[in-house]
């Protein structure tokens, strides 16, 4: 199978059956992501506990990249250290807005990786990050309801 068929799978299938689309009772960060260009339009949940994301949720709408990016995002990050979230993020970023990732970097982010062809289509760049650039504003502005266009 194909690195190209590999992507187009998962993409599919975190669109079609996301993971942790809900909201949560307890929430400590919030934020809200919209592209007004595009209409994704996303609210991330966090509990955060002792510096460690105990739960996450979201929900919204969105194109498939979006909604996929969003589900795979919370599936890695439940159980990891903020500092670490955050490191994760930057390089998902980097990876979908610059050529000079490290494979090292590639292989932090593990099958997140499978996003790098998103690279090849500048105007979905902002679909996989929207929900990243949320969680950012979550953790670093907590309990803000914030509006991400990137």
């Known amino acids: 199978m194909s690195v190209r068929n590999l992507y187009q799978q998962m993409i599919l299938d975190h669109n079609k ?3 942790n689309f809900k ?3 307890l929430v400590t960060h919030r934020a809200h992501g919209k592209n007004p260009l595009c209409g994704d339009d996303y609210f991330v949940f966090l509990h955060v506990d002792n ?3 105990e739960d996450i949720g979201f929900k919204g709408v969105g194109c498939a990249i979006s909604k ?3 589900s795979i995002m919370t599936t890695i990050i439940k159980g990891m ?3 670490d979230v955050l490191s994760m993020k930057d390089d998902f970023i980097a990876l979908l807005t610059r050529d000079d990732v490290s494979e090292e970097q590639k292989k932090n982010l593990g099958r997140l990786s499978i996003f790098e ?3 090849e289509y500048p105007v979905r760049v902002k679909c996989a990050t929207l929900i990243w650039r949320a969680l950012e504003s979550s953790l670093l ?3 803000s309801e914030t509006v991400c266009t990137e």
């Open 141 to 143: 502005l907590e309990q």
């Open 68 to 70: 996929s990016s969003a």
């Open 117 to 119: 062809g998103v690279k």
């Open 51 to 53: 510096g460690v994301v």
């Open 17 to 19: 059956n996301p993971r």
């Open 81 to 83: 250290k903020v500092d």
């Open 23 to 25: 909201d949560l009772e």
